[in-house]
């Protein structure tokens, strides 16, 4: 048994843990983070890092508001990291251009109601400095460009977030997996995990695509899953695109060094994290279709992660139904990066009962009967 008395056991050690427990130490809390592998490497490591949902109008409320919310903390958040570690985590308002075909209707509606700053015939905003790169069947009266929508580098984000949490004070334990909880009474006493037994007066859950498997039967109707996504990596030797290009389900983040990721695709396929040949050529045509350049560059990096899946992308945020000393922040789906800072300020929120900015009912529903 751990003997080290502490206020948190936060288990794993992607974005939402790191974030948690850093927010945490912040308040004083003393903090130990269990983690399977190491820290950082699974779906956090593996993502894009946009800022926004893909077509925000495709997503319920509860989504948007959190994402806005969120996405809204990452300039004044990256800054406060690379003061404190050194580490910056390129947060850039590149903007991102949505080619269509798109749900016009619906993205009309959104901007209104959102009242979103949206460019027509915004091309030059992503080609700018290499308009003959511009495909000739682009339909360009009917894109949209939506300047706000930023982007960070996501493994130097949970470089800083690690290294700020080591700085705090927290303790890290890598390559321990939690097997089982165990309760008493109400509460969570005592964590099974490869490394011993762990005791601490609270604990959260934040092990991403994993964490239905960490509650066991304490899950009940919790419906978080794997689901995964590949990725392919390029380099150029200056940006090829200023903004952010997506079209359907195919995106292209170009960062400021010159590599550009495409993704993603979503497959349902359980715990399985390896890339496929089906995944590459799919992903890298329709990323030549737009952007015909690439069809000359060597693919650098291909790989795959899994998200934590969610149904309507709707997190689970708060305390356990029926163990009083447990919490999580999972299921975060393809926007736990834009979440991350959001996500933690509604769970502390909770944790020291405090206000909360909007109703957050819906990230409490997850349940289900229990
Ligand atoms: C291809 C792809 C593209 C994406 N693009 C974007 C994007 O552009 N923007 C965006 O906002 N989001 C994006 N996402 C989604 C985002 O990456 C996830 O929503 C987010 O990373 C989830 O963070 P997490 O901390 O919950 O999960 P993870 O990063 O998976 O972390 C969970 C951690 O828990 C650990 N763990 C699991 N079980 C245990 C256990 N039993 N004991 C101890 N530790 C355990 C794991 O090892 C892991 O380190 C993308 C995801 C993918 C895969």
């Given at each position: ?44 490591w ?15 409320d ?51 109601s959102?009242?979103?700053?949206v ?39 949970l ?45 959260v859950i ?7 498997q ?110 009083n ?46």
């Amino acid at each position: 048994m751990s003997e080290v008395t502490q206020d948190f056991i936060v288990i794993g050690a992607g974005i939402i843990g790191l974030a948690t427990a850093v927010r945490l130490l912040t308040e004083g809390a003393t903090v130990t983070i269990l983690e399977k592998n190491k820290v950082g490497q699974e779906s956090s490591w593996a993502g894009g890092g946009i800022l926004s949902p893909l077509c925000p109008w495709d997503y319920p409320d509860a989504v948007t508001r959190l994402t806005d919310y969120s996405a809204a903390m990452f300039p004044a958040w990256v800054a406060e990291l690379c003061e404190a570690t050194g580490i910056d985590a390129e947060y850039e308002a590149s903007g991102m251009l949505v080619l269509p075909p798109y749900h016009a209707e619906a993205a009309h509606k959104w901007r209104i109601s959102h009242a979103a700053e949206v460019e027509q015939n915004a091309f030059s905003e992503c080609f700018s400095r290499n308009k003959q790169n511009i495909p000739l069947h682009f339909n360009v009266e009917n894109a949209l460009f939506l300047p706000h929508i930023a982007q960070v580098r996501n493994p130097r984000l949970l470089y800083a977030l690690h290294k700020l949490a080591v700085q705090l004070g927290g303790r890290i334990i890598e390559h321990c997996e939690v097997y089982e909880i165990i309760t008493q009474h109400n509460r969570l006493d005592v964590l099974a995990t490869s490394c011993g037994k762990y005791r601490a007066d609270h604990f959260v859950i934040t092990a991403g695509a994993w964490s239905k498997q960490v509650l066991g039967k304490h899950a009940f109707s919790l419906d978080i899953k794997p689901m995964r996504g590949q990725m392919l990596l390029y380099k150029f030797a200056e940006p090829p695109l200023r903004s952010i290009l997506l079209q359907r389900d195919v995106y292209l983040i170009p960062r400021r060094d010159g590599y550009l990721l495409a993704g993603s695709t979503m497959e349902d396929v359980g715990f399985n994290k390896q890339v496929t040949l089906a995944a590459r050529e799919y992903l890298s045509e329709r990323a030549q279709g737009l952007l015909p350049q690439l069809k000359n560059m060597p693919l650098i990096n291909h790989w795959a992660g899994l998200r934590p899946a969610s149904p309507q992308n709707i997190p689970t945020i708060g305390r356990h139904p029926l163990l009083n000393n447990l919490f999580i922040n999972s299921g975060h789906f393809r926007y736990g990066v834009t979440m991350a800072p959001g996500s933690v300020r509604i769970l502390l929120n909770e944790i020291m009962g405090r206000p909360q900015p909007f109703d957050i009912g819906p990230y409490q529903q997850g349940w289900g009967d229990y």
